[in-house]
């Protein structure tokens, strides 16, 4: 038993009194009595009713697998579900329209389309980098991914001038068409300067020009007759040109040009939730002190690179100088987001009569506490210049549960004595019974919602498990043709709209997933701002630095203009579960679908459980790199459940391809020293035994969540390094 501290009859994690007292307090401006006798008494008021919401979600799930047994296969009449699912209270009743009232939202949320990254705060380097991925080298993104082939001209070692010369290209191309001077090219140029109107810009044939539109320049860096920096403004984004005839580019460069910065991650979210592997007080801590260090501007991470230490902190704001001589400052990091756990997660870290309580009460409290550093500290608006806080809400079921949230941030506000709304939500529509009552979900919030999104892989794996009964589920490949999907992506931007989410609230797009594969990023990716939205997820720095190439090709305000005249998607297609009539897949298909399932499955559980990796670049079956969090977990596993019920394989298949693909993730894992082996002794094997119970027990999991199969293994594999 570890050590506990008693408040107003909660007891609470020595270590997590500690860290709260002696380090997440100073210098916040409240006093330790008033937070911990503030935080008992939003427990004691609220937990009951997290109960009672989370018994609700059963209640439902219950009734609707009961519906299906009666009414099995795709064929079922949809009139007659879409009216039980009234009748039963899943799907309410819209009111009159309206708009949202959020107020003092940050720029970067409410005005300027651009990449969110999402991080797991837990890693001191990833968060840093990402918080400093504001600002990204379009030379450097292009380069060293496969957006310019490199079976036309390799990367290698050493600098390759022949590749370089590549991107230099495609990068003039990206000039000319956001930047387009009046006359020529920016091929062309031969120097750049300021005059007393304008750019200046020199051509090689002797002429001189200057932009078409002379409005996107913005400032400069260094002499007007040698500008070091050029800042220039299209949509909103910015983008520096480096000048530089010492350094190793620009001295080769008819213009002297050395780099070209975009801004490209605008937000990030550093993730308390899917991307991290926290089960315990010493690892929320951990958690917590680097959300601590980035409000606090403290944060450090050190790192070799060509065997030179270097330490990773915070990157400063950027300063310019205007045409009149004025000074110009720009962020130079991220706007940042924080996402705390679901409703559904219960944390031992502080209990009540033995039994523990919702950690995302703790989530809420210790985060926002943090925050206040940003609001009061010492480095005040190093975030939110208009002093908001973003908390992301993850895994809400419809209109209930949002509203829900909003009182336990008003409680918070309440005990820090903050103005009320200072907190704004971000609804994260993963989850469908908060997709079909999407419109009612945001009006629970309506005066702190900044920030609604899709998210594909949460919200299939909750479609499988809520249809479970219902009927056999397609292969995954066929998931994403499904007719809710489509219907789903659209509705999320049409209610978003139709609820005056512009101006106050980002509406966003889900992942891209394969990090290695920036080619295809680039050429897919781009459907995510012409389909209305302002924002959209992206694995790294560098696809951030890329993606921001389509919030220059794309103007997601004449988009959403245009999006907001169509008429709205389709609720019945949204309640249209993906499901087969009579499965006529051959064994070779079945047996490739259960080893792709498996191999998904084993390859992010290990390193969840042996390592305590919440998110990590996972080979996959087809040894494509991707980026895996517990949502993938969710569609897997879920999948294999849905199959094993409905007779689509059998136990005795299942188990022989979870064996054959332990072996091929000991393969793909053979590099790392420090892993041990699945196919070494399974029966044994913690993280074999979980990946087994997750599918196995897939059906009895509320929602289908993976957490609480995860978070046990995983504490008795810490227990076994202890």
């Known amino acids: 038993m570890r050590p506990t501290v008693t408040v107003d009859a909660i007891k609470v994690d020595q270590a997590l009194y500690s860290f709260v007292n002696d380090e997440a307090i100073p210098g916040s401006g409240i006093q330790a009595r008033e937070f911990w006798s503030g935080f008992a008494a939003l427990v004691r008021n609220l937990a009951p009713r997290n109960a009672a919401l989370l018994a609700r979600r059963d209640e439902l799930q219950a009734k609707i697998d009961a519906w299906h047994r009666a009414h099995p296969g795709p064929g079922f009449d949809r009139a007659k579900y879409k009216a039980f699912l009234s009748e039963i209270g899943y799907l309410v009743t819209e009111k009159e329209p309206f708009a949202v009232g959020t107020a003092n939202v940050d720029a970067e949320i409410a005005h300027i389309a651009g990449p969110q990254l999402v991080v797991p705060v837990s890693n001191a380097r990833y968060a840093l980098n990402a918080a400093n991925a504001r600002w990204g080298s379009l030379y450097d993104a292009l380069y060293g991914t496969d957006v310019i082939p490199h079976s036309e001209a390799s990367r290698g070692g050493a600098y390759n001038p022949q590749r370089g010369a590549k991107v230099i290209d495609f990068v003039r191309g990206f000039l000319d068409q956001y930047f387009e001077l009046a006359e020529g090219s920016h091929r062309d140029a031969s120097s750049y300067s300021l005059g007393e109107t304008g750019l200046l810009v020199k051509l090689q044939n002797g002429k001189s ?69 926290a089960v315990d007080a010493e690892d929320k801590i951990h958690v917590y002190r680097n959300w601590l260090g980035l409000m606090r501007g403290s944060l450090e991470a050190r790192l070799e690179k060509a065997q030179n230490p270097i330490i990773r902190r915070l990157n400063a704001d950027r300063q310019y100088r205007t045409l009149s001589g004025g000074e110009l400052v720009l962020p130079g990091r991220s706007l940042m987001l924080v996402r705390n756990v679901g409703h559904h997660m219960l944390s031992d870290m502080a209990t009540v009569g033995g039994a523990p309580i919702p950690e995302t009460f703790i989530d809420a409290a210790v985060t926002l506490l943090i925050a206040m550093h940003d609001l009061r500290g010492a480095h005040a608006g190093r975030n939110s210049r208009t002093g908001s806080v973003y908390v992301v809400k993850p895994k809400m079921h419809g209109p209930d549960e949002v509203r829900f949230a909003d009182e336990l941030f008003v409680a918070l506000e309440a005990f820090l004595g903050l103005p009320h709304n200072t907190v704004k939500i971000g609804i994260m529509d993963e989850e469908r019974r908060t997709s079909v009552n999407l419109m009612e979900c945001i009006r629970a919030a309506r005066d702190r919602v900044a920030f609604i999104n899709t998210g594909f892989l949460d919200r299939t794996g909750d479609e499988i498990h809520t249809s479970m009964e219902a009927g056999a589920v397609p292969r995954k490949s066929e998931l994403k043709k499904a007719i809710w999907l489509d219907a789903y992506e659209r509705q999320n931007v049409d209610i978003g709209l139709a609820c005056g989410l512009r101006g106050h609230a980002q509406i966003g797009k889900g992942m891209w997933a394969m990090p290695d594969l920036m080619a295809d990023m680039l050429k897919a990716k781009v459907a995510h701002p012409l389909a209305g939205a302002n924002t959209a997820w992206v694995p790294s720095p560098t696809a951030a630095t890329l993606h921001a190439l389509h919030y220059h090709a794309v103007n997601v305000e004449e988009v959403q203009t245009q999006i907001a005249k169509r008429p709205r998607a389709s609720l019945d297609e949204v309640l249209s579960p993906p499901l087969v009539g009579a499965p006529r897949w051959s064994a070779p298909d079945i047996e490739e679908e259960l080893n792709n399932n498996a191999q998904s499955i084993l390859g992010y559980v290990v390193r969840w459980i042996d390592s305590g990796v919440g998110c990590s670049k996972v080979p996959d079956y087809y040894d494509v790199a991707l980026m895996e969090d517990r949502a993938t977990l969710r569609i897997s596993s879920q999948h294999v459940a849905n199959w094993l019920l409905h007779g689509i394989c059998t136990s005795e298949q299942l188990m022989k391809a979870l064996n054959k693909m332990a072996a091929v993730v000991d393969q793909q894992n053979a590099g790392d020293p420090t892993y041990q082996r699945l196919a070494a002794d399974p029966d044994r094997n913690i993280a074999f035994k979980a990946a087994c119970d997750l599918i196995f027990k897939g059906r009895e999991q509320p929602n289908g969540y993976t957490e609480r199969i995860l978070t046990a293994a995983r504490i008795e594999r810490k227990a076994l390094k202890a």
């Open 209 to 277: 020009t200057g932009l078409k539109n002379a409005a996107a320049l913005r400032g400069y860096q260094g002499e007007r007759s040698t500008p070091a920096v050029l800042l220039l403004v299209h949509h909103g984004l910015h983008v520096e040109l480096h000048v530089d005839r010492s350094h190793y580019i620009g001295r080769n460069d008819p213009a002297g040009i050395s780099d070209v910065v975009i801004e490209s991650a605008i937000t990030t979210i550093q993730d308390c939730e899917d991307s991290v592997a």
